[in-house]
């Protein structure tokens, strides 16, 4: 028998080794395309103008929006920004990808906390496989290249599960438990509730509260083991600073307009028109955990039968009521249910180290007819890249032909290998294969769909526009109110009505409105009624995901010898 010794120098060795792994494969998923995806409306650029503002004035408690208060969501992933742009030294220059650093790390944490629940869960080749799982899901990759709060959030509520598991198995093993978990529970928790306010004490709050129903003496264990009596403190000692701070120096609107103005409308109704059924994120399961999602209905199938189990039962507490949680609330986006979908991973990959032998035949049918499906999304990703490349690219070329190759091949090998019962194979293919297949569509494809990115060409035009040499003209827009226009033209960009649009061009020397086909027949009749002849300088046609349809923009000056200067 070897000495201890050994066994933890080999436990050490395997365990660097895989976070090295997971670590490469982080990089390839997430790097292309940091730096070419331009901004993408609507959230992004909201953040990351907020925090531009936030270095340029100096104040770090009130995030702005051109001359707007954001109240709608607390400081910390402002904080975290701030803080990248400044280490990378992109401060006044629009560089989304510096915004995006918080993004890429905290999806890059949340992968390798996954291994390290996952090893004390199951074992780690589960976890291994859990992790890979969750890196490559389609929902973080995306996540991981957004300038928002939601890859953050999830390395959060990861520390905050990571601890609380950690303290659940020590109850049922040993009842014995390191005040480290403790310590890290609650600072996960402060951590969260800044960056994304209580969805880091709700997760947490779901799982203790559904262990409760079947394992209550070990859970009163598990919340002994939390020190609450000093955790709670350190957590309030932590956040309350900020939060009065926030509250005392906006009257209190911030509470006012964050907890009445955002968190009360999506529990209550769908807000912002995002309102859906409960079904949806069920429904969304198989393109959002893709490649994952194939093994998906399996690995809860086989949680809900060894339930009786520790790693199972904790798994399923985490994930069934957030799950639950968001399928019930009206307001539905498809990155709510992100935190729920590490336990989704692991599960996956312990069914595929061990898959039940004893399911129903009503059970195989329907997870049969998920691998269909599955197959069907893979197929339609890449009829989706030779579409989207034909439509808004510059047609097929070799990016295209990778990615869509990609997703063919892991259609057909995975099919052949689980039809032979070889899931392991199957899956460390369809992960390997989103490499191949996420690169090339972020890093080239993705940006050369040049008719998405409206407000590129918008500010563009507004650098080299007629009488201005290389330098920026004033600009105003009307009926094209995206934030991506403000982040990439600057924070005076004057997103106004058609009447003030008139008055800006006859205040504003040189100054350009960008004015939508839908608009146009106001702008005129108000340039008009107010004596200013206007001509086109330029057009720009696109398309308008976030209202999705297409759009022409027009570029507007006011004729030089029409021009009526005044001090800016």
């Given at each position: ?16 080794l ?11 998923l ?5 730096t ?9 650029p ?7 503002q936030?270095l ?8 702005r ?5 954001r ?33 890429l ?5 949340a ?38 709060t939601?890859a ?21 093993r ?11 529970f ?15 004490p709700?997760v947490?709050?779901?799982?203790v ?6 394992d209550?003496r ?5 919340l ?11 957590m309030?000692v932590l ?20 907890i ?17 059924p ?6 969304l ?6 490649p ?10 086989r949680?809900?039968?060894r ?7 904790f798994?399923l507490a ?17 990155h ?12 996956v ?13 009503a059970?195989?049918?329907l997870l049969r ?8 999304v ?5 009829v ?20 869509t190759?990609?997703a ?7 099919l052949?290998?689980?039809?032979t ?9 369809a992960?390997i294969?989103s490499?191949?297949?996420?690169a090339?569509v ?9 008719p ?6 918008a500010a563009a ?9 290389n ?6 827009a009307?009926?094209?109110?995206e ?13 106004i009505?058609a ?13 350009l ?9 106001a702008?005129?009749r ?20 976030s209202k999705g349809?297409?759009?022409?923009l027009?570029?507007f ?12």
């Amino acid at each position: 028998m070897p000495p201890p010794s050994f066994v933890r120098s080999a436990r050490l060795r395997q365990n660097g080794l895989a976070y090295v792994l997971l670590t490469l494969l982080c990089l390839a998923l997430y790097l292309p395309g940091l730096t070419t995806i331009p901004p993408v409306d609507r959230d992004e650029p909201r953040f990351a103008q907020a925090t531009k503002q936030m270095l340029d004035s100096g104040d770090f408690i009130r995030p702005r929006f051109q001359t707007e208060e954001r109240f709608n969501k607390p400081i910390g992933i402002y904080w975290l920004q701030a803080a990248a742009v400044s280490i990378t030294q992109q401060q006044g220059r629009p560089a989304i990808w510096a915004y995006r650093l918080p993004s890429l790390l905290g999806a890059c944490a949340a992968v390798l906390l996954t291994y390290c629940i996952g090893a004390r869960l199951f074992d780690r080749r589960v976890a291994l496989l859990g992790a890979a799982f969750l890196a490559s899901s389609a929902l973080l990759v995306v996540e991981a290249h957004l300038a928002t709060t939601d890859a953050v959030l999830l390395a959060c509520v990861l520390a905050a599960q990571g601890c609380l598991g950690s303290l659940y198995l020590a109850a049922h093993r040993t009842g014995l438990a390191s005040r480290r978990y403790a310590v890290g529970f609650w600072l996960a928790q402060a951590l969260g509730i800044l960056v994304k306010g209580p969805i880091v004490p709700l997760v947490s709050s779901l799982t203790v509260g559904t262990l409760v129903l079947f394992d209550r003496r070990v859970v009163t264990r598990t919340l002994a083991g939390l020190r609450p009596h000093w955790g709670f403190p350190l957590m309030a000692v932590l956040i309350l600073p900020w939060m009065i701070e926030a509250g005392v120096s906006t009257d209190w609107r911030f509470y006012r307009e964050w907890i009445g103005g955002d968190l009360l409308p999506k529990i209550v109704g769908g807000h912002e028109s995002h309102g859906a059924p409960p079904g949806l994120y069920l429904l969304l399961l198989t393109a959002t955990f893709w490649p994952g999602s194939f093994a998906a209905g399996l690995g809860i199938a086989r949680g809900v039968t060894r339930r009786q189990q520790c790693a199972e039962r904790f798994c399923l507490a985490w994930l069934l009521p957030t799950w639950l949680f968001f399928e019930v609330m009206p307001t539905k986006l498809p990155h709510y249910v992100l935190p729920a979908y590490p336990a989704v991973a692991l599960l996956v990959a312990a069914a595929v180290f061990d898959p039940p032998a004893d399911l129903s035949r009503a059970a195989r049918r329907l997870l049969r007819g998920g691998f269909v499906l599955w197959s069907l999304v893979t197929l339609a990703a890449g009829v989706a890249i030779i579409t989207s490349a034909m439509r808004l690219g510059d047609g097929v070329d070799v990016a295209v032909l990778s990615a869509t190759v990609a997703a063919c091949s892991i259609c057909l090998i995975c099919l052949r290998l689980c039809w032979t019962g070889q899931l392991i194979g199957a899956s460390w293919v369809a992960v390997i294969g989103s490499v191949v297949f996420f690169a090339p569509v972020l890093q080239w494809i993705l940006p050369d769909l040049r008719p998405l990115w409206l407000s590129n060409a918008a500010a563009a035009a507004a650098v080299r526009g007629p009488g201005r040499g290389n330098g920026s003209r004033p600009l105003a827009a009307v009926g094209y109110h995206e934030p991506s226009l403000v982040f990439l033209a600057g924070t005076s960009t004057a997103l106004i009505e058609a009447q003030p649009a008139v008055a800006f061009l006859k205040q504003r020397s040189g100054g350009l409105v960008l004015v939508s086909d839908d608009q146009l027949a106001a702008f005129e009749r108000a340039a008009s009624e107010l004596g200013v002849r206007i001509h086109a300088v330029g057009s720009l046609d696109g398309f308008n995901y976030s209202k999705g349809q297409w759009t022409r923009l027009l570029l507007f000056e006011q004729r030089p010898s029409e021009r009526t200067d005044s001090p800016e």
